[in-house]
């Protein structure tokens, strides 16, 4: 018999996902009738994993484990580290750039939009700056008074 301290720690943490070869006595407990807690203790599992096993397995019919939903992802880490070196060496390069220089270096194929949409995961938004009235001599004597006649209003 297994002592409190060793199963507890056998069950903390995160663990790999449970072989086929554990999850048929599990449907073969739930089927001679015996109750989740029972299963658990005699294959010593969590309950909730019991229980999950369970479930996906009475409206599937097996315990295989389904492909993930979804499409998988384009860009790979190493991509994705690539694409963010690319974009801090130089910031002003467009997205259609970035789209080729990813494609001769690393053979990515990819679309500019997706660069798009990968950058701006990343942190990176592409925006124009705020224009700004170049001040000349010539300027800032037509703007002096405007700005002293506006200098004491309020909201």
Same mark, same amino acid.
């Given at each position: 018999m297994? @002592?409190?301290? @060793?199963n507890i720690g056998?069950?903390?943490g995160r663990s790999q996902e449970l072989s086929d070869s554990k999850r048929?006595?599990?449907?073969?407990g739930h089927l001679c009738n015996k109750s989740i807690r029972d299963i658990s203790w005699l294959l010593n599992i969590p309950r909730s994993t019991v229980s999950g096993i369970i479930t996906k397995?009475?409206?599937?019919? @097996? @315990?295989?484990?389904?492909?993930?939903?979804?499409r998988p992802r384009h860009m790979t880490g190493r991509g994705q580290r690539m694409l963010k070196r690319t974009v801090r060496r130089s910031r002003q390069l467009s997205a259609e750039s970035i789209a080729k220089d990813l494609q001769t270096w690393c053979g990515f194929q990819m679309s500019p939009t997706t660069v798009r949409r990968e950058l701006h995961g990343m942190?990176?938004?592409g925006r124009a700056a705020a224009s700004k009235p170049s001040i000349?001599?010539?300027?800032a004597k037509r703007w002096m008074p405007w700005c002293k006649a506006r200098r004491h209003w309020t909201l």
């Open positions: 297994q @002592t409190a301290s @060793t056998e069950r903390m048929g006595p599990v449907i073969g397995w009475k409206p599937l019919g @097996t @315990t295989a484990t389904q492909p993930p939903s979804g942190g990176f938004h000349t001599k010539c300027n």
